[in-house]
């Protein structure tokens, strides 16, 4: 049985180290762009625009039901095939669009559900007083709304941060990818993808301390 090689994987730490920032600001950014995109799905479905809502309905129903490699080799290698303007996006960006895409469809469904948790009095009471929908919207429901949807959103940011490893299929050096190549040129592939496993491990774990502080900082005033 052949022995760990522990001289490498300490060795490896700070090299794969050094990629973790751009892993991390694929998934900021996808996560930063989803969210915003979520929550315009989401009020559109809770508000039921005419057309609108027809085409958050297939798009939601798109993203979520193919997989995410699969629209990563579609905007990096399938639109500039249909686009010639289209062959500048590299790998960092088609990447960040399909974080985006892909994980709004997901998050705009936990918002709306959010959404429409609030209890309907508060709609009442504001629209009464003369509130816009808009109003409505950006006052009342999506400050409460955005205490129950957080845990879950968080879960989103996690699963984002993991999902980048996929970039290096679009031939972005990122963590995941500084990994197989370090691992291909050493020929240590268990070692290597052990390191790389305890990074994004910790990276989890950290976030979710962030995450339960977050629930436990929202949640005080409602726990009297």
């Known amino acids: 049985m052949a022995v760990l090689d522990f001289d490498y994987m300490l060795g ?30 989401a009020v559109v479905r809770v508000l039921a625009i005419p ?33 010639s303007s ?3 996006i590299g790998g960092v960006t088609a ?10 469809s997901y998050m705009a469904e936990s918002i709306r559900a959010a959404i429409i948790g609030v209890d309907r009095s508060q709609t009442e009471a504001a629209l009464s007083i003369g509130m816009t929908n808009g109003q409505l919207m950006r006052r009342i429901v999506l400050p409460q709304a ?24 679009l031939g972005v050096t990122e963590l995941m990818g500084a990994t197989q190549k370090e691992a291909a040129g050493s020929f240590l592939y268990f070692e290597a993808f052990i390191v790389a496993a305890v990074i994004y491990w910790i990276v989890v774990e950290l976030l979710s301390k962030l995450q339960h502080y977050l ?10």
Do not use: W
């Open 51 to 83: 057309v609108i809502n027809h085409f958050a309905i297939v798009f939601i129903s798109f993203f979520r039901g193919t997989p995410l490699l699969v629209q990563l080799f579609l905007f990096y290698y399938g639109l500039p095939q249909l686009f």
């Open 146 to 169: 955005t205490r129950v949807a957080l845990p879950t959103l968080m879960n989103y940011f996690i699963d984002i941060i993991k999902a980048t490893s996929l970039a290096f299929t």
């Open 215 to 224: 629930e436990a900082r929202l949640n005080k005033a409602y726990s009297r």
């Open 86 to 88: 289209l062959t500048v």
């Open 95 to 104: 990447t960040i669009l399909g974080l985006t895409l892909h994980f709004s």
């Open 12 to 41: 490896l730490i700070p090299i794969l180290l050094g990629y973790l920032p751009l892993t991390l600001e694929l998934a900021g950014i996808g996560m930063v762009l989803a969210l915003i995109l979520a929550c315009l799905l």
